[in-house]
Structure formats: structure tokens, C-alpha cells
T-cell receptor, first 110, second 114 residues
Framework: SQQGEEDPQALSIQEGENATMNCSYK?????LQWYRQNSGRGLVHLIL?????REKHSGRLRVTLDTSKKSSSLLITASRAADTASYFC??????????FGSGTRLQVQP | EAGVVQSPRYKIIEKKQPVAFWCNPI?????LYWYRQNLGQGPELLIR????????DSQLPKDRFSAERLKGVDSTLKIQPAELGDSAVYLC????????????FGPGTRLLVL
């Protein structure tokens, strides 16, 4: 079963625009992580936000976490064609390995 | 620093044949994971090792899947016999220690069962 679910499933934007994708989860977490996967490749870790944090930045990435709503969002600002990939949220409940959502497929048009 | 290495990258076999995947984690990483990723889905955990001990294999279909991590370093995942539904990408990941940490993924092995 998948703990996290991303929304939207697919997103297409123009280069330079911002991209926002959301993740909802079901049970209490220790942390939530976002990963990127380019076509045919493995996953690459982007950012980790702990349950006691509300917002975190890394370069053009901004992640928010609302534990009361059990949701997180990933914002990519000033998107580039190279940002085209699938983005997954993954939750850590402290009991098992990370549980991944089904991902958002982002297409950035040049 | 070398990343997680997996081989082969691609494998095509006929159903009922055996297949094996190999993973070499990042040096010093005690925790190793095998995931299966179906098309359009996120990775799903098959098995997690802490050193050489399998600490979570509840999602591993034990009738046909087996795994080992000898000496707590390299790991092999085997399917015997393979079924059509096993077609997927098999991902190996490692982390320094324990659950909840950042995981480092290999490129995966794409398996096609005909």
C-alpha cells in the first residue's frame, strides 16, 4: 500500500514558470522526503523535511509540511527543461523503510 | 564517491526462467534496500537489510523471490521462476544506517518477462 499520494499525476508547464506538486499521507510521520526520477534512471534525493519543520528551501526548491493536514508541497521556481522528471514524496513513519507515492510527472516545455 | 552500482541494467527472459540482480551499495552504508517499481508507480519495498540481516522482508514473495547479502556488503536478488507479472524495474538503494534517512538509489535493472 502507498502512504503518500501526489497530486497532480501529471503537470505540463513552460520554462520559467513555477511548478507546484502536492503530497498527502495517512499516518503520523518522522520526516517526509522528495525524490526526482529522470526517465530510465534511479531516484535522486532532493530534500528532507522533519515533522517539526514547516518549510525548507534548497536552491530553487521550496518544501512545506502541514502535519495537521497530513500534506506537503514541493515548489520548483523558474523551471527549466532539465527539471522534466517524475517527482515522488516518501514518508518515514519510523517503523519501516520509506513509503513512496505514485509520483507527479512534470514536463517543462522549452 | 562511487554511487550504488547495479547489474545488469536490462534483462529479457522467458517466463519460468530464473533471473538474478546484483547490487553494490555505497561503501560504509549498513542499510540496503531492494524495491520494485512498476510502470507509472512509485517504488515498493521488497526487502531491507541491516548489515547482513534481513530485518524487513514482509513484502517479498517468498515462494519465488530470494535475496542475500553476504558479509553485509553486496546483495543479490533472485526470482525463480519468473512470471509475466514480474516485469518491472528493480531498484537497489542504500543508506548509512537505519530507516528514515536519505536513501541513495542505483540506476535499477529493467526486467522484461516474455
Amino acid at each position: 500500500s502507498q502512504q503518500g499520494e501526489e497530486d497532480p499525476q501529471a503537470l505540463s508547464i513552460q520554462e520559467g514558470e513555477n511548478a507546484t506538486m502536492n503530497c498527502s499521507y495517512k499516518t503520523s510521520i518522522n520526516n517526509l522526503q522528495w525524490y526526482r526520477q529522470n526517465s530510465g534512471r534511479g531516484l535522486v534525493h532532493l530534500i528532507l523535511i522533519r515533522s517539526n519543520e514547516r518549510e525548507k528551501h534548497s536552491g530553487r526548491l521550496r518544501v512545506t509540511l502541514d502535519t495537521s493536514k497530513k500534506s506537503s508541497s514541493l515548489l520548483i521556481t523558474a523551471s527549466r527543461a532539465a527539471d522534466t522528471a517524475s517527482y515522488f514524496c516518501a514518508t518515514d513513519t519510523g517503523r519501516r523503510a520509506l513509503t513512496f507515492g505514485s509520483g507527479t510527472r512534470l514536463q517543462v516545455q522549452p | 564517491e562511487a554511487g550504488v552500482v547495479q547489474s545488469p541494467r536490462y534483462k529479457i527472459i522467458e517466463k519460468k526462467q530464473p533471473v538474478a540482480f546484483w547490487c553494490n551499495p555505497i561503501s560504509g552504508h549498513n542499510t540496503l534496500y531492494w524495491y520494485r517499481q512498476n510502470l507509472g508507480q512509485g517504488p515498493e519495498l521488497l526487502i531491507r537489510y541491516e548489515n547482513e540481516e534481513a530485518v524487513d522482508d514482509s513484502q517479498l514473495p517468498k515462494d519465488r523471490f530470494s535475496a542475500e547479502r553476504l558479509k553485509g556488503v553486496d546483495s543479490t536478488l533472485k526470482i525463480q521462476p519468473a512470471e509475466l507479472g514480474d516485469s518491472a524495474v528493480y531498484l537497489c538503494a542504500s543508506s548509512p544506517q537505519g530507516v528514515g534517512e536519505t536513501q541513495y538509489f542505483g540506476p535499477g535493472t529493467r526486467l522484461l518477462v516474455l
